[in-house]
């Protein structure tokens, strides 16, 4: 089975700086990548996706992701934090279950604090 | 607009009580998912569902119950031999199993008595 690790419950920055939110997945083989933002009570958004097609995904918000198949990793970053970034954020792996379907698993959540 | 509805936003129950949470989507979408989610744990699937009349257990499925007799409709329901059911419940489809977009509802918030 697929497992999903997120390095750090809690990341805290200050606005303006680099965030940088990890994400590294058991598979051997390349399976899809999302990155999900969650604000409070609410459900998940999607903020990019990995489609093999580049190792540089760009998604919305100015946040980008790179798959490096080495080291089986998917980190999201962004150059410059903002206020509005404070959210919960979800890495997520799909890849095939013993069923013959792509089911998705998420990783536990980065809460990423933003400070003045 | 199309989306994902949950009903109810919050819900208390008393222990040994059965209670149904309730996903309509409205998107055509042929995968609806279940998933569960506790602060620290993130997100663990109950059951899943691909096509009407068949869905799937997921890693916690114990003490839940759907079903899916309409393609738009995924009811979840928590039954009394669920041991800690407070938490939230979030309701998720895509067009195809897992290769696609998981497009979410606003979640359900379960509280037991």
């Known amino acids: 089975a697929q497992s999903v690790t997120q390095l750090g419950s809690h990341v805290s920055v200050s606005e303006g700086a680099l965030v940088l939110l990890r994400c590294n997945y058991s598979s051997s083989v390349p399976p899809y990548l999302f990155w999900y933002v969650q604000y409070p009570n609410q459900g998940l958004q999607l903020l990019l996706k990995?489609?093999?097609?580049?190792?540089l995904v760009k998604g919305i918000n100015g946040f980008e992701a790179e798959f490096k198949k080495s080291e089986t990793s998917f980190h999201l970053t962004k150059p410059s934090a903002h206020m509005s970034d404070a959210a919960e954020y979800f890495c997520a792996v799909s890849d095939l279950s013993s069923g013959g379907s792509y089911i998705p698993t998420f990783g536990r959540g980065t809460s990423l604090i933003v400070h003045p | 607009d199309g989306g994902i509805t949950q009903s109810p936003k919050y819900l208390f129950r008393k222990e040994g009580q059965n209670v149904t949470l309730s996903c309509e989507q409205n998107?055509?979408?042929?995968?609806m998912y279940w998933y569960r989610q506790d602060p620290g744990q993130g997100l663990r699937l109950i059951y899943y569902?691909?096509?009407?009349?068949?869905?799937q257990k997921g890693d916690i499925a114990e003490g839940y119950s759907v079903s899916r007799e309409k393609k738009e409709s995924f009811p979840l329901t928590v039954t009394s031999a669920q041991k800690n059911p407070t938490a939230f419940y979030l309701c998720?489809?895509?067009?195809?199993?897992?290769?696609?977009?998981?497009?979410f509802g606003a979640g359900s918030r379960l509280t037991v008595l």
């Open positions: 998107l055509n979408h042929d995968a």
């Open positions: 569902s691909q096509i009407v009349n068949d869905f």
């Open positions: 998720a489809s895509s067009t195809y199993t897992g290769s696609e977009v998981l497009t």
């Open positions: 990995y489609t093999s097609a580049a190792t």
